[in-house]
């Protein structure tokens, strides 16, 4: 198995950063090889999550400064997988952010183009089973560039007006262009909404009305999860927690997907 997955989503705090890590870590616990990248330039956190350091930054990578080799670090010990956990970390420097919120449209066209390279090199010469990126919120060039990388898109979303509107007209712009295999990752659900009678199935027919996607998981809003702030990979710490299994459920979706 060979795949490239995105972790997207319209806006900020849907919990996207904590599934894309807690994905990663699963696949890697379970035998898989796995690299995760972080391209939210704009407000990356992964390095809050794993703690490790690469040699050099995924933004020097994508300026030409080094090979995608030593802008990732091997966390595989740090974690204890059966398989092998590659890390690639945006620089979380004030500075750095600000710089990529400056570069221009052709900038971002070579981007592109090192992004292809890099999942050629990952997913072939690395011979990786997985790459998993963790885009930032959006339109914004680098994360279209993530999609447009991408083999299959999982789209997170919680069930609010603003997310649902937003990430209607989100498909509508840019995911049919890009024509990527896509779903919709609901994150945060009312755990009443799941425990109803039929929830699951009807959560799934809303979603495709709306969307005209699958659905592929969803996860209930769980208090402690909230409580440690997004710090804590749970299917690292805690993979009996029901958060953990539920990641464990997406894993399985997407590797059918």
């Known amino acids: 198995?060979?795949?490239?997955?995105?972790?997207?989503?319209?806006?900020?705090?849907?919990?996207?950063?904590?599934?894309a890590a807690n994905l990663a870590v699963a696949y890697a616990k379970q035998g898989s090889d796995v690299c995760l990248l972080d391209y939210d330039f704009r407000a990356p956190s992964l390095h809050v999550l794993?703690?490790?350091?690469?040699?050099?930054w995924l933004n020097e990578f994508l300026e030409g400064n080094c090979r995608i080799e030593e802008a990732t670090a091997d966390a595989?010990?740090?974690?204890g997988t059966k398989g092998k956990l590659l890390i690639g970390l945006a620089n979380p420097s004030s500075d750095s952010m600000r710089e990529m919120m400056s570069k221009d449209r052709k900038w971002e066209m070579k981007a592109l183009h090192k992004t292809?390279?890099?999942?050629?090199?990952?997913?072939?010469?690395?011979?990786?089973?997985?790459?998993?990126?963790?885009?930032?919120?959006?339109?914004?060039y680098s994360s279209i560039?993530?999609?447009?990388?991408?083999?299959?898109?999982?789209?997170?979303?919680?069930?609010?007006?603003?997310?649902?509107?937003?990430?209607?007209?989100?498909?509508?712009?840019?995911?049919k262009a890009l024509g990527r295999k896509t779903g919709i990752l609901l994150n945060k659900i009312p755990a009443q909404q799941l425990s109803s009678e039929g929830g699951p199935e009807k959560m799934a027919?809303?979603?495709?009305?709306?969307?005209?996607?699958?659905?592929?998981?969803?996860?209930?809003?769980?208090?402690?999860?909230?409580?440690?702030?997004?710090?804590m990979i749970y299917t690292?710490?805690?993979?009996?927690?029901?958060?953990?299994?539920?990641?464990?459920?997406?894993?399985?979706?997407?590797?059918?997907?």
């Open 116 to 140: 292809l390279g890099a999942k050629k090199t990952i997913l072939n010469d690395l011979d990786m089973n997985y790459l998993i990126f963790d885009t930032g919120p959006g339109m914004y």
């Open 1 to 19: 198995m060979k795949k490239s997955i995105a972790i997207h989503s319209y806006k900020g705090g849907t919990g996207k950063s904590s599934i």
């Open 76 to 79: 595989t010990q740090r974690f």
């Open 205 to 231: 027919t809303l979603v495709e009305s709306i969307f005209e996607l699958p659905l592929i998981g969803t996860i209930p809003c769980f208090c402690e999860l909230m409580a440690t702030g997004g710090r």
């Open 236 to 257: 690292h710490e805690e993979p009996q927690h029901a958060f953990s299994q539920a990641i464990l459920r997406i894993a399985k979706k997407l590797e059918q997907f």
């Open 145 to 175: 560039n993530a999609l447009a990388s991408s083999d299959v898109v999982a789209l997170v979303m919680k069930m609010d007006k603003f997310d649902v509107e937003g990430t209607k007209e989100m498909i509508k712009g840019i995911y």
């Open 50 to 56: 794993f703690k490790v350091k690469p040699q050099h």
